[in-house]
């Protein structure tokens, strides 16, 4: 889905606890214009939220989103931008966003 | 859903195991008129309460939450408030009907 019109860059924030991956979402989405693709519990307590949009616009996300996170309970634990996953990849991120529709 | 007539504003308290977080959503729903929109088991024993209610209601239920649950087991992890959530955030909120 990701890929229709807006861009392809992935942009990730992985949080200890929820709290503060929910203030990541937050801050992201209203620091550039980029779509939230999922939120996933990967276990151990860890959260990771996608982001997607153009390159630049994930770039400003990411460092905001990052950055509010740190401050909010367990905080960060990796951010990280891909401007443009291979097609094997998407599969994978894809199946992230329909699992988090979902819950 | 959650911004019918009720405010919009999002509070959440996570805490490390279960006792906590239901001794801070009893101090929250108790301090204030908000409202329980759910509580998510995270993994790791992290354990997260979301309110929704206007935003000095909030404010001030997650205050009194989090005070209370930090003398109560493992405590607390983080308490947080988020005046008004963006649209695109709303979808991973829970609805409300589950808690």
């Keep these: 889905m990701a890929k229709d019109n807006?861009?392809?860059a992935l942009g990730m924030i992985e949080?200890?606890?929820?709290v503060p991956a929910v203030e990541a979402a937050d801050a992201m989405t209203k620091a550039a214009?980029?779509?939230l693709v999922g939120r996933e519990f990967v276990?151990?307590?860890y959260v990771t939220v996608l982001?997607?949009?153009?390159?630049g616009a994930v770039n400003a996300a990411v460092r905001a989103g990052a950055d509010a996170c740190e401050?909010?309970?367990d905080g960060l634990v990796a951010a990280h931008i891909i401007a443009r996953p291979h097609n094997e990849?998407?599969?994978v991120i894809d199946e992230t966003g329909k699992a988090a529709s979902r819950s």
């Design 33 to 35: 214009e980029v779509h």
């Design 43 to 45: 276990g151990g307590g």
């Design 15 to 18: 949080t200890r606890g929820l």
């Design 6 to 8: 807006y861009g392809i």
């Design 89 to 91: 990849v998407e599969g």
């Design 51 to 55: 982001v997607r949009g153009e390159t």
């Design 71 to 73: 401050r909010v309970g």
